[in-house]
């Protein structure tokens, strides 16, 4: 079968997602990354227990350009574009489109089937889904319960926002004073939503909502949004892939593809980080050693490191 993939690769997860020709999904994988290797590897692993062809390879989220270069990947694109692609494919409707994930966050403006407007938060943790897996584990609380036991809260308490710290630490105060941990559950989301829609300076909220992400899977957080919103907010089946989704799509422009195959799973990769102080530009430049052969760079912003690379490769 013919296939193309698509890989999201973010601080806190990597989703792999294979799509045939009419972008039926024929797989999704989400691994908690552990590093990028070993989880791209794990990813590929999975899928290489079917009969498929892989005609295209596209890369998005913030690892994009490392996964690249270890897949053999055709192209990188940004995960705001990958998750719109992938929204308006299932949702030709959709007009705002909200994803929370690990450790950043993105509303998304769409105007007649076009992206007119986008923000994205990844400087603070406040409004992401690494504030519930921290109070999760203060409560003692299964992150994947989180949801489920917010519903049941039966009294509302208001907890601050703006701070993941200072959220953190009134959980601790409402919980030192008695207070049910349910109610304090629905809080926090209350107020991540709260702070997650005040991102939307200059974009226009409006119906209908698709909200994305692992975090979408928490039906306390989907509430939040419904109850801030006035309106319903759609789930989509594959939330916590979406992103990988709207890349195997975005893959679909490559005419030939330069995937490695699915031997690198055995292949021996190392990587060696410096600093390069050849001009002004100070970069952080991290080099990918294939089988003791270089495969590539990133991080060289004049592009010095890219001809080496290239040249490198050639050679070998």
Same mark, same amino acid.
């Given at each position: 079968?013919?296939?193309?993939?698509?890989?999201?690769?973010?601080?806190?997860?990597?989703?792999?997602a294979?799509?045939?020709?009419?972008?039926?999904?024929?797989?999704?994988?989400?691994?908690?990354?552990?590093?990028?290797?070993?989880?791209?590897?794990?990813?590929?692993?999975?899928?290489?227990?079917?009969?498929?062809?892989?005609?295209?390879?596209?890369?998005?989220?913030?690892?994009?350009?490392?996964?690249?270069?270890?897949?053999? $990947?055709?192209?990188?694109?940004? +995960?705001?574009?990958a998750?719109? *692609?992938?929204?308006?494919?299932?949702?030709?409707?959709?007009? %705002?489109?909200?994803?929370?994930?690990?450790?950043?966050?993105?509303?998304? +403006?769409?105007?007649? $089937? =076009?992206?007119?407007?986008?923000?994205?938060?990844?400087?603070?943790?406040?409004?992401?889904?690494?504030?519930?897996?921290?109070?999760?584990?203060r409560?003692?609380?299964?992150?994947?319960?989180?949801?489920?036991?917010?519903?049941q809260?039966?009294q509302?308490l208001?907890?601050?926002?703006?701070?993941?710290?200072?959220?953190?630490?009134? =959980?601790?105060?409402?919980?030192?004073?008695?207070?049910?941990k349910?109610?304090?559950?629905?809080?926090?989301? #209350?107020?991540?939503?709260?702070?997650?829609?005040?991102?939307?300076?200059?974009?226009?909220?409006?119906?209908?909502?698709?909200?994305?992400?692992a975090?979408?899977?928490?039906?306390?957080?989907?509430?939040?949004?419904?109850? /801030?919103?006035?309106?319903?907010?759609i789930?989509?089946?594959?939330?916590?892939?979406?992103?990988?989704?709207?890349?195997? *799509?975005?893959?679909? +422009?490559?005419?030939?593809?330069?995937?490695?195959?699915?031997?690198?799973? /055995?292949a021996?990769?190392? %990587?060696?980080?410096?600093?390069?102080?050849?001009?002004?530009?100070?970069?952080? =430049?991290?080099?990918?050693?294939?089988?003791?052969?270089?495969?590539?760079?990133?991080?060289? #912003?004049?592009?010095?490191?890219?001809?080496?690379?290239?040249?490198?490769?050639?050679?070998?």
């Open positions: 079968m013919q296939c193309w993939l698509g890989v999201d690769c973010g601080s806190v997860s990597v989703k792999l294979l799509i045939d020709k009419n972008n039926k999904i024929v797989d999704d994988i989400y691994l908690r990354n552990t590093g990028l290797i070993e989880t791209i590897k794990r990813g590929l692993q999975t899928l290489n227990n079917r009969d498929i062809e892989i005609k295209g390879v596209c890369c998005t989220g913030s690892g994009r350009y490392f996964a690249k270069l270890l897949l053999g $990947g055709d192209i990188v694109k940004t +995960e705001i574009l998750h719109t *692609i992938a929204t308006l494919d299932h949702f030709p409707n959709v007009r %705002t489109i909200m994803d929370i994930g690990g450790e950043d966050c993105k509303i998304m +403006e769409i105007r007649d $089937g =076009v992206l007119s407007n986008f923000i994205m938060n990844n400087l603070c943790g406040a409004g992401t889904g690494a504030v519930i897996e921290t109070i999760s584990a409560l003692g609380v299964q992150i994947k319960d989180f949801g489920e036991l917010a519903l809260s039966t509302r208001d907890l601050p926002g703006k701070c993941g710290i200072f959220c953190q630490s009134a =959980v601790v105060t409402k919980l030192n004073s008695g207070a049910d349910k109610d304090i559950m629905m809080g926090v989301a #209350r107020a991540l939503v709260n702070n997650y829609l005040s991102l939307a300076k200059g974009i226009s909220l409006r119906p209908p909502y698709v909200f994305q992400g975090t979408a899977l928490n039906k306390s957080i989907k509430k939040a949004l419904e109850d /801030e919103l006035g309106h319903e907010v789930v989509p089946d594959k939330c916590a892939v979406m992103g990988a989704v709207g890349a195997a *799509i975005l893959s679909k +422009e490559v005419e030939i593809t330069n995937f490695a195959g699915f031997n690198i799973i /055995e021996d990769y190392k %990587t060696n980080n410096f600093k390069c102080k050849d001009c002004s530009n100070q970069c952080e =430049v991290t080099q990918i050693y294939k089988d003791k052969n270089l495969a590539g760079s990133i991080g060289s #912003r004049c592009g010095k490191w890219d001809k080496i690379s290239r040249e490198l490769v050639v050679e070998t």
